[in-house]
């Protein structure tokens, strides 16, 4: 069946650090790839997405890149802020036999100042 | 994107009472998606809704305990029945959009 794995939190990094979070992926068949993120009191933002391998998505300083042939979809920022700790989740969506969005179990991220 | 609105942001409650939480988008949207989220933990769909037809329970979840209404393209709501304390949850409201799923802010639900 379709799955999402992603690396466990929490996740604590001093501000301006390199962030990666791990996120892999089985589907059969071609998914949407999503990240969102969940800042302390809030509902889940739309972070960035990628919909066929390759693609790159961007937002705020965030990078993912659709990579079929690992089926991972990797979240990095080059420096991160304060402001950016909050739980990510990796999400696939499949559009085929039904609209079904298959989320992992999220990252907590500390970043300290 | 579509903007999604919840009611109410969050409420205590005392178990064996009921609680409805109302959604609200921006936009005409054909399904829409009621999620619960316990503390520390990933989403988990109750039911989809669509417009003009009965919602669609996930294994685990059923009507009688989480009734939804959808009485347009725009609006629905979900009761959360004979509360316990176990349904302590944050509960989301989503929309589909062009294959993205956006979500509402939540309704934070402490049952006591």
């Known amino acids: 069946g379709n799955s999402v794995t992603q690396m466990e939190g929490p996740v604590t990094l001093s501000e301006e650090a390199f962030l990666t979070i791990n996120c892999t992926y089985t589907a059969t068949g071609y998914p949407s790839l999503f990240w969102y993120v969940q800042y302390p009191g809030e509902g889940l933002q739309l972070l960035l997405k990628a919909t066929k391998a390759d693609d790159k998505g961007s937002n705020k300083g965030f990078e993912a890149t659709y990579r079929k042939e690992t089926t991972s979809f990797h979240l990095e920022k080059g420096s991160v802020q304060v402001s950016d700790s909050a739980v990510y989740f990796c999400a696939l969506i499949k559009n085929t036999g039904g609209f079904k969005t298959i989320f992992g179990a999220g990252t907590r991220l500390f970043v300290k100042a | 994107s579509a903007v999604i609105s919840q009611k109410p942001s969050r409420d205590i409650c005392q178990r064996g009472t009921s609680l409805t939480i109302q959604c609200q988008v921006d936009?005409?949207?054909?399904?829409m998606f009621w999620y619960r989220q316990q503390p520390g933990q990933s989403l988990t769909l109750i039911a989809t809704a669509n417009q003009g037809s009965e919602a669609t329970y996930e294994s685990g979840f059923v009507i009688d305990k989480f009734p939804i209404s959808r009485p347009n393209l725009t609006f629905s709501t979900l009761t959360v029945s004979n509360m316990s304390p176990e349904d302590s949850s944050i509960y989301l409201c989503s929309v589909e959009e062009q294959e993205t799923q956006y979500f509402g802010p939540g309704t934070r639900l402490l049952v006591l």
């Open positions: 936009s005409q949207v054909t399904m």
